[in-house]
């Protein structure tokens, strides 16, 4: 089918979530970006903005991912989970039918910088046993090409004739997530499934995508197709491209919850309240 073209360009607000952490949140449950449902950045010096992180909250169904860019944060959960997320590592978490976990940083200054993405999951899915992986960056793959560092954090990256495996596979929406930093004057071509969801979210300099210049702070809907094009000018650039299977099925959402139908929502709150959302 060609080249994916820029059907819409997104720019992130700010927000607030946990204790109080500031953030800029780029996706917010827009229907045509299925199966993605939030995309978060933060990124400050400031310790004010952060350290009071995620104390102990509920989840279900769906899935988070945690990326980290700079920093240290703690993940500890209900299943007896603990993870230390730090720079260029990444959780993991599948909320399933219910988990209680918090996310707290472990330190009191400097730089904390890095993205939160939920992803859906199907309704056959959403009462599945929560899970958890921590996933250090020694674990992720990274391809040197074509004037490019790609870090491949889940699905299959193809380049040329080689087929690189994420450190996450498996998902039923077959996500790709990649980072990938193009240095000055560069191109990168990335095949991607045609009728999955595709974003581009430029969080360093500027890109050209099908020919569109984004630059940082900017999220770019792209159109179907079998391709993706990043171009860098004489600025460098650095972006998220995530790709996935869109679902395609009723979505209700409260809070920490995300289910099919508001009955369901309703379940979960009373689930939460009398204990048993984590309940087998």
């Given at each position: 089918m060609g080249e994916r073209r820029i059907r819409?360009?997104?720019?992130?607000?700010?927000?607030?979530?946990?204790?109080?952490?500031?953030?800029?949140?780029v996706i917010s449950f827009q229907?045509?970006?299925?199966?993605?449902?939030?995309?978060?950045?933060?990124?400050?010096?400031?310790?004010?903005d952060y350290i009071a992180g995620f104390p102990s909250h509920p989840h279900r169904g769906f899935e988070?991912?945690?990326y980290m860019i700079d920093g240290r944060m703690l993940h500890q959960d209900h299943l007896g989970n603990?993870?230390?997320?730090?720079?260029?590592?990444?959780?993991?978490m599948t909320a399933g039918r219910g988990i209680i976990h918090s996310e707290m940083p472990q330190q009191e200054e400097g730089r904390m910088r890095?993205?939160?993405?939920?992803?859906?999951?199907?309704?056959?899915?959403?009462?599945?046993?929560?899970?958890?992986?921590?996933?250090?960056?020694?674990?992720?793959?990274?391809?040197h090409a074509d004037g490019a560092t790609i870090k491949v954090v889940a699905g299959e990256f193809r380049h040329g004739d080689t087929v690189t495996r994420g450190a996450?596979?498996?998902?039923?929406?077959?996500?790709?997530?990649?980072?990938?930093?193009?240095?000055?004057d560069s191109r990168l071509e990335i095949p991607v499934s045609n009728g999955y969801s595709a974003v581009v979210y430029v969080f360093e300099g500027e890109l050209g995508i099908g020919g569109t210049t984004v630059r940082k702070g900017r999220l770019a809907v792209l159109g179907d197709g079998d391709s993706i094009t990043l171009e860098a000018g004489t600025l460098a650039g650095r972006a998220l491209v995530l790709t996935a299977r869109p679902l395609r099925e009723p979505v209700a959402?409260?809070?920490?919850?995300v289910m099919n139908t508001?009955?369901?929502?309703?379940?979960?709150?009373?689930?939460?309240?009398?204990?048993?959302?984590?309940?087998?």
């Open positions: 819409q360009m997104i720019e992130g607000q700010p927000a607030s979530d946990g204790a109080g952490v500031k953030l800029n949140r229907r045509e970006l299925d199966p993605f449902l939030m995309l978060d950045e933060f990124n400050t010096e400031q310790a004010s988070t991912v945690t603990q993870g230390l997320l730090v720079s260029g590592g990444v959780q993991w890095g993205f939160q993405l939920w992803i859906n999951l199907p309704a056959a899915e959403k009462m599945k046993p929560a899970g958890y992986r921590d996933i250090g960056p020694e674990e992720i793959p990274v391809i996450v596979s498996g998902v039923s929406t077959d996500p790709l997530f990649v980072d990938v930093a193009l240095a000055g959402h409260y809070g920490p919850f508001v009955d369901e929502i309703q379940q979960a709150i009373r689930d939460y309240q009398n204990g048993r959302l984590t309940a087998a």
